[in-house]
T-cell receptor, first 115, second 114 residues
């Protein structure tokens, strides 16, 4: 079974500072990995995905993530935070070829942007 | 292209009642998944349908059920509601048969059980 751990339920950064949201996964086979963002009272929007192609994945809104197999990590970064980045971020994993468990999500990280 | 549409957006029920939630996927998408989101448990997978067949099911009691119609629209039903069923129920659709996991989510149906 796969699992996802997001370190830090809340992360606070200043506007213009680097954003780093941490995600570690556990999977017995190579997985697909995703980052989703959720704004208040809305559904989830896909930021980026890793599907065994390039290990550095670029997404929307200036976000990117790097798949590191040796560290079983898929951390999300953005060089310069904007106020509009304030939201809940979820890391998710799914086994290659699908899986009986659907997407497995982490608990989420609430990103706070300080002016 | 219209996104995933969920109805109703908000509803209030009392314990013991049942509820039906509806989801219309993105046009052309044949896979529909349902997730429950609560502050305590986070996002949990309920079930997934593809071409009217349930492909996967999460670890939820039998009170939770779903179905998919020939036009890919899906409904989920929760019978004998409990207080703990209060949650945001999210529907997601996917266009890939192999299902790499990229899901497009609706805005959810927020259920409150009193």
């Amino acid at each position: 079974a796969q699992s996802v751990t997001q370190l830090g339920s809340h992360v606070s950064v200043s506007e213009g500072a680097l954003v780093l949201l941490r995600c570690n996964y556990s999977s017995s086979v190579p997985p697909y990995l995703f980052w989703y963002v959720q704004y208040p009272n809305q559904g989830l929007q896909l930021l980026l995905k890793y599907t065994s192609a390039a290990t550095l994945v670029k997404g929307i809104n200036g976000f990117e993530a790097e798949f590191k197999k040796s560290e079983t990590s898929f951390h999300l970064t953005k060089p310069s935070a904007h106020m509009s980045d304030a939201a809940e971020y979820f890391c998710a994993v799914r086994l290659l070829g699908g899986g009986a468990d659907g997407l497995t999500f982490g608990k989420g990280t609430h990103l706070i942007i300080q002016p | 292209k219209a996104g995933v549409t969920q109805t109703p957006r908000y509803l209030i029920k009392t314990r013991g009642q049942q509820v039906t939630l509806s989801c219309s996927p993105i046009s052309g998408h044949r896979s529909v998944s349902w997730y429950q989101q609560t502050p305590g448990q986070g996002l949990q997978f309920l079930f997934e349908y593809f071409s009217e067949t349930q492909r996967n099911k999460g670890n939820f009691p039998g009170r939770f059920s779903g179905r998919q119609f020939s036009n890919s629209r899906s409904e989920m039903n929760v019978s004998t509601l409990e207080l703990g069923d209060s949650a945001l129920y999210l529907c997601a659709s996917s266009g890939t048969v192999a299902n790499t996991g990229e899901l497009f989510f609706g805005e959810g149906s927020r259920l409150t059980v009193l």
